[in-house]
C-alpha cells in the first residue's frame, strides 16, 4: 500500500481505535503500512493480507478468510472500506471482462456481498465505497 487514500483511510481508523487489516497485492507495501499503522501505537496492531482485488477468485479467497476469522474470534467486523481503483485506458479484459469494470464495480460488489453476514453480525457496520469523478468520462456506449 503506497501513500494515498488507502493509506491514510487505514492510519485514520487505527488512531480512531479499531483493529485494521490492510490489504494489496504487494507484500513490501503491505509490510510498509503496517510499520506506518504501528508506529502510531494504536490499541490494535495493523496487519496485511496480501489479495489482487482484480481476480475475483482472490476476492472469495479474501472473503472466506476474513469471515471465518471474525466467526472463530468472536471480533466484529465494523467497517469495510472498498478502496481500490484503477484505470485500464488500453480497454484489457479480464477474464473475459473489461477490466475497469471488474477492479472498480464487480470486485467490491463482490468481496461487500459476501461479507455482508459478517458485518451484519457486527452491526451497527459500515460499508465505505471509494469512487472517482473520473466515472464520469466513461463512454456510455459500449464501443
Ligand atoms: N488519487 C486521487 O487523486 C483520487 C481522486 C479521486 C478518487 N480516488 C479514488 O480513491 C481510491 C484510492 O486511490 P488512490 O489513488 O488514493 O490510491 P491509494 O489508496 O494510494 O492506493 C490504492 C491502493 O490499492 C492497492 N491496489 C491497487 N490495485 C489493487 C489490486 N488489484 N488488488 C489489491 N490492491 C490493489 C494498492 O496497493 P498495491 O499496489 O500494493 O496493490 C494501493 O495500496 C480509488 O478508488 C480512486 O478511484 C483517487
Request: net charge negative; proline share 4%.
Given at each position: 500500500?503506497?501513500?494515498?487514500?488507502g493509506?491514510?483511510t487505514?492510519?485514520?481508523?487505527?488512531?480512531?481505535?479499531f483493529?485494521?487489516?490492510v490489504v494489496?497485492?504487494s507484500?513490501?507495501r503491505?509490510?510498509?503500512?503496517?510499520d506506518?499503522?504501528?508506529?502510531?501505537?494504536?490499541?490494535?496492531?495493523?496487519?496485511?493480507?496480501?489479495?489482487?482485488?482484480?481476480?475475483?477468485?482472490?476476492?472469495r479467497?479474501?472473503?472466506?478468510r476474513?469471515?471465518?476469522e471474525?466467526?472463530?474470534?468472536g471480533?466484529?467486523l465494523?467497517?469495510?472500506?472498498?478502496n481500490?481503483?484503477?484505470?485500464f485506458p488500453?480497454?484489457?479484459e479480464l477474464?473475459g471482462v473489461?477490466?475497469?469494470f471488474?477492479?472498480n464495480?464487480?470486485?467490491?460488489y463482490l468481496?461487500?456481498?459476501?461479507l455482508?453476514?459478517t458485518?451484519?453480525?457486527?452491526?451497527p457496520s459500515?460499508?465505505?465505497?471509494?469512487?472517482?469523478?473520473a466515472?464520469g468520462?466513461?463512454?456510455?456506449?459500449?464501443?
Open positions: 500500500m503506497r501513500e494515498g487514500t493509506l491514510e487505514a492510519l485514520g481508523l487505527a488512531v480512531a481505535g483493529a485494521v487489516t494489496g497485492r507484500t513490501d503491505g509490510a510498509q503500512a503496517v506506518r499503522i504501528n508506529a502510531m501505537g494504536p490499541a490494535h496492531p495493523g496487519r496485511f493480507l496480501a489479495a489482487d482485488l482484480s481476480s475475483l477468485d482472490q476476492v479467497v479474501l472473503a472466506e476474513m469471515a471465518a471474525h466467526e472463530a474470534s471480533d466484529s465494523a467497517v469495510l472500506v472498498n481500490v481503483g484503477a484505470m488500453d480497454r484489457r477474464g473489461e477490466a475497469s471488474v477492479v464495480h464487480l470486485s467490491p468481496l461487500t456481498e459476501l455482508l453476514p458485518l451484519t453480525a457486527g452491526s459500515r460499508i465505505v465505497n471509494v469512487t472517482s469523478g466515472v468520462a466513461a463512454p456510455s456506449g459500449s464501443g
